[in-house]
């Protein structure tokens, strides 16, 4: 009953007057807490499976991030849309944001449908490419399908969500994804071991728990808007595409969704990288990544509360208030990601534990270099969520391209193999090159905040700013 009070008290709250310190900690906390619950069942996941032999994790870590990798288009879109959305709510037209909502929708509908078809057939070459171990590689294609087979769920949840958060109604969202987590927790177990007349289904049951909670989710969160406890008023008129606002979108959504595939595309290949150093190495990963990425979350949760903010900031013509906003995220960010950093390097090999690897030295290795980071990581993914925001999604794709594949990816290559470092050479090349793209990110606004030419500081002029300057 809390969660629906709060769905219904978001609704009418206005985003672009009174306290800046206040909007962020009413959107903020709750999409945080929203994307805690949402990536439990990953923590729940890898905890099941690596009950099940680091083989398992091993699999499951090359099927996530390919999987990851080929989800890059709709994620651009659905940050496109949480903008698109956020900006018209600001600017006070409720009709255009349920029109820009439904061809976000359609869009994520389209390439679902297209990316499950060609998915389940293609799922064994795309793992023979990530790895020449084939009980690896057919454990993968198990894993795979089953989350082609859940993907159109899975995205319909996601861009629901998203632009919810683009409206300002994060308690909607954290309603449905509670549902979502409480299924999942049920299911994955569930699915993965059998019981009764339900078959053990082994590491596809894993994907397929996720899958009916997604479901859940979506069902949640589409009852809201259905009877009209959002100030979304989606029809299905809205969901008819419409050529002007499908180019909109896509001339927003293509820069998030390059820069996505430059960050996927990396992690695809480092990943790849440390394979030849076998499942220890692989499950390390597995943790070190899960792990990290959860106590990113605060990350998140002040990613799209500020990418809203500053969205409807934006559209209202307050400047000064998008300012304000990223300044106020970043210091949040500094205290809580230092202090997650510090527990996690401390107490490395009882989270390892935990997850079914004690005594692997290789997995707390990963953990505590990851560590290193986590705050410019964070940093990053908030500078990130103020030019999409903004609508300028060209600065987080340039720094991408520049930062993953000019400096991240040679360097985990000449560390691990010329350099003979290992597996090491590839977590110490993520961590510095999270690093090197906060910073730069950070700079870039910076300097486009004190310039004044906000035009001119969204290109290549501004990238070579931030890089003399950082």
Same mark, same amino acid.
């Given at each position: ?62 099927? +996530? ?40 929708? +359609? ?40 989350? +082609? ?27 449905? @994804? ?33 899958? @009916? ?258």
């Amino acid at each position: 009953m809390r969660l629906l009070k709060q769905a219904t008290r978001t609704r009418g709250y206005d985003y672009t007057k009174g306290s800046v310190g206040w909007a962020i900690t009413r959107l903020s906390v709750p999409i945080c807490g929203e994307r805690i619950l949402r990536n439990l069942d990953g923590i729940f996941e890898i905890y099941w499976l690596g009950r099940m032999g680091a083989e398992f994790l091993a699999a499951a870590s090359l099927g +996530f991030i390919t999987l990851l990798f080929i989800r890059s288009a709709p994620f651009g879109i659905r940050i496109a849309g949480q903008a698109l959305v956020a900006q018209r709510v600001g600017a006070g037209d409720g009709e255009g944001a349920s029109v820009m909502a439904g061809q976000t929708i +359609f869009l994520v509908g389209v390439f679902s449908l297209i990316a499950t078809f060609l998915g389940l057939w293609f799922a064994p070459l795309l793992m023979d490419l990530m790895t020449r171990d084939p009980a690896l590689a057919a454990l993968g294609v198990v894993y795979i399908r089953a989350g +082609f087979a859940v993907l159109l769920a899975a995205e319909a949840m996601f861009v629901v969500g998203q632009i919810l958060r683009g409206t300002g109604e994060p308690g909607i969202t954290i309603a449905g @994804v509670v549902a979502s987590t409480v299924l999942t927790l049920i299911f994955i177990p569930l699915f993965m071991f059998g019981w009764g007349p339900i078959p053990a289904l082994g590491i596809a049951g894993s994907f397929l728990g996720i899958g @009916v909670g997604r479901l859940g989710g979506f069902a949640t969160m589409l009852t809201f808007i259905v009877k009209g406890k959002s100030r979304l008023r989606l029809r299905w008129a809205d969901l008819r595409p419409r050529a002007s606002e499908i180019s909109r979108v896509a001339r927003l959504a293509w820069p998030a969704m390059v820069q996505n595939l430059l960050e996927r595309s990396a992690l695809l290949l480092m990943v790849r990288m440390l394979s030849p150093f076998g499942a220890s190495a692989l499950a390390a990963w597995s943790i070190g990544n899960r792990v990290t990425m959860i106590a990113r979350m605060p990350s998140f949760g002040l990613q799209s509360s500020v990418r809203t903010l500053v969205g409807q900031n934006m559209g209202a013509e307050k400047p000064e208030r998008v300012t304000r906003t990223v300044w106020l995220a970043v210091a949040a960010l500094v205290m809580l990601m230092a202090a997650a950093s510090v527990f996690l390097f401390a107490w490395a090999q009882e989270v390892v534990s935990f997850f079914g690897l004690a005594g692997n030295d290789t997995a707390v290795m990963a953990l505590r270099i990851l560590c290193a980071g986590l705050l410019m990581e964070s940093i990053r993914r908030v500078m990130a969520g103020a030019f999409q925001g903004a609508s300028r999604s060209k600065p987080p794709m340039l720094v991408e391209g520049v930062v993953r594949w000019g400096v991240q990816l040679p360097a985990a290559y000449l560390l691990s193999f010329w350099f003979a470092v290992g597996a090491g050479g590839v977590w110490l090349a993520v961590s510095g090159g999270q690093i090197l793209s906060g910073a730069l990110l950070l700079v870039w606004f910076f300097r486009w905040s004190r310039s004044g030419d906000v035009r001119g500081f969204m290109g290549v002029r501004g990238l070579k700013s931030a890089i003399k300057s950082t």
